[in-house]
């Protein structure tokens, strides 16, 4: 049994309430690897926000539960050597079951995710309450994150192929009985780099995908039925052109890549949307990156330098969205 504090890191509670009395949402960015954590920790310690490290059940697979559990203690240590102690936590995305979520609570995450939204409402509630009971009964308080809505979009354990928006009526019924810290929503985000159809879009001049606005109108009812509690956003990458062709470029092919404009992402973080779910606009910087290394250089072979470019275009991705999308740089 480790506790989180032990780990130096902290639940999401005072995190949120700082975000959303200060107009921004804290960065919630995925992490497999070494390299990735390094990137996170530079960009957040460089643009001195806290930070959400995001562990997927597919990452523990990946990775190694134990290995990523220690990442994140050296993450803690890193921002220190790097010279500045931001607030760091370690959370478990769309965990699927009680019994992950527990695993996760005793071997140091310091908040965790239900997803309980593939489930009949009845059960999502019953699910959400009992990770709840367990979370919040711990030595350290573990915050629990639940979702009422379906986004589309694969996950690895979850995929879905349309959204359900949220319900408004729904939400303060739910919140009540499960006693959640956070609530995930569905208002027109999904998961992956093809967000929308292209049916379901709109082209510019030059053919480019311009998807439609997200659901305000229903973010807007559900803070009036909760007025302050913290709303996470999760399917919010924005799939940046550059990377798409860039990857296209050199080789790969992305067929209508679509992702959330960064001005409908700016809005959000500027109400109750205190969390907002980066992964797959990653993946882009660092296959983009990679892509390019392998073309232009193919005689090298060490993975230290195929990795290097990738990892600094991660660090600034993650730095430009802290200080211009999600306004949490200078919050920590
Ligand atoms: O929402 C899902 C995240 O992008 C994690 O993806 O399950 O492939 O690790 P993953
Ligand atoms: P993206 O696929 O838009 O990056 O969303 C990631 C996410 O929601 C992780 O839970
Ligand atoms: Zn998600």
Same mark, same amino acid.
Do not use: W
């Given at each position: 049994?480790?506790?989180?504090?032990e780990l130096?890191?902290v639940?999401t509670?005072e995190l949120?309430?700082?975000a959303?009395n200060?107009?921004?949402?804290?960065?919630?960015?995925?992490?497999n690897n070494?390299?990735?954590?390094?990137?996170?920790i530079?960009a @957040?310690?460089?643009?001195k926000s806290?930070?959400?490290l995001?562990?997927s059940a597919g990452?523990?697979?990946?990775?190694?539960q134990n290995i990523?559990?220690n990442?994140?203690?050296?993450?803690?240590?890193?921002a220190h050597?790097l010279?500045y102690?931001i607030?760091?936590?370690l959370h478990?995305?769309?965990g699927?079951?009680?019994?992950l @979520?527990?695993?996760?609570?005793?071997t140091g995450?310091?908040?965790v995710m239900?997803?309980?939204?593939?489930?009949?409402y009845?059960?999502?509630?019953?699910?959400?309450?009992?990770? @709840?009971?367990?979370?919040?009964?711990q030595k350290d308080?573990?915050?629990?994150e639940g979702?009422?809505?379906?986004?589309?979009?694969?996950?690895?354990d979850v995929?879905?192929?349309?959204?359900h928006y949220t319900q408004?009526d729904e939400?303060?019924?739910f919140?009540?009985?499960?006693k959640?810290?956070?609530?995930?929503?569905?208002i027109g985000?999904?998961h992956?780099?093809?967000k929308f159809?292209p049916e379901?879009c709109?082209r510019?001049?030059?053919?480019?995908?311009i998807?439609p606005?997200?659901?305000?109108?229903i973010?807007?009812?559900?803070e009036?039925?909760?007025?302050?509690?913290?709303i996470v956003?999760h399917?919010?990458s924005?799939?940046?052109?550059?990377y798409v062709?860039m990857?296209?470029?050199y080789?790969?092919?992305?067929?209508?890549?679509?992702g959330?404009?960064?001005?409908?992402l700016?809005k959000?973080?500027?109400?109750?949307?205190?969390?907002?779910n980066?992964?797959?606009?990653?993946r882009l910087?660092?296959?983009?990156?990679i892509?390019k290394?392998?073309?232009e250089?193919p005689?090298?072979f060490?993975?230290?330098k195929i990795?290097s470019?990738?990892?600094?275009?991660?660090k600034?991705?993650?730095?430009?969205k802290?200080k211009n999308?999600?306004g949490s740089a200078?919050q920590?």
């Amino acid at each position: 049994m480790t506790s989180y504090s032990e780990l130096g890191l902290v639940n999401t509670k005072e995190l949120f309430k700082k975000a959303i009395n200060g107009g921004y949402a804290i960065p919630a960015y995925n992490f497999n690897n070494m390299e990735q954590m390094q990137a996170i920790i530079q960009a @957040c310690v460089e643009t001195k926000s806290p930070v959400i490290l995001q562990v997927s059940a597919g990452a523990r697979k990946y990775a190694n539960q134990n290995i990523l559990k220690n990442m994140a203690r050296g993450a803690v240590e890193y921002a220190h050597e790097l010279g500045y102690d931001i607030p760091i936590v370690l959370h478990l995305d769309h965990g699927d079951s009680f019994d992950l @979520c527990k695993d996760c609570i005793e071997t140091g995450f310091s908040s965790v995710m239900i997803d309980g939204s593939h489930f009949s409402y009845e059960e999502n509630i019953a699910l959400t309450r009992k990770v @709840c009971e367990f979370a919040h009964s711990q030595k350290d308080y573990v915050t629990v994150e639940g979702e009422l809505g379906v986004l589309a979009g694969v996950e690895d354990d979850v995929s879905s192929e349309h959204s359900h928006y949220t319900q408004p009526d729904e939400v303060v019924d739910f919140v009540n009985k499960t006693k959640v810290d956070s609530l995930a929503i569905s208002i027109g985000t999904s998961h992956g780099r093809a967000k929308f159809t292209p049916e379901q879009c709109t082209r510019d001049a030059n053919g480019v995908l311009i998807p439609p606005p997200l659901r305000f109108d229903i973010l807007e009812e559900i803070e009036k039925k909760i007025p302050g509690f913290p709303i996470v956003l999760h399917g919010a990458s924005s799939v940046p052109i550059e990377y798409v062709q860039m990857i296209e470029k050199y080789g790969g092919k992305l067929t209508d890549s679509v992702g959330i404009p960064e001005d409908q992402l700016r809005k959000a973080a500027k109400s109750a949307v205190c969390k907002i779910n980066v992964d797959s606009d990653g993946r882009l910087a660092m296959t983009a990156q990679i892509r390019k290394l392998l073309v232009e250089k193919p005689d090298e072979f060490d993975p230290r330098k195929i990795l290097s470019p990738a990892r600094d275009e991660l660090k600034k991705l993650y730095a430009y969205k802290n200080k211009n999308v999600l306004g949490s740089a200078g919050q920590a």
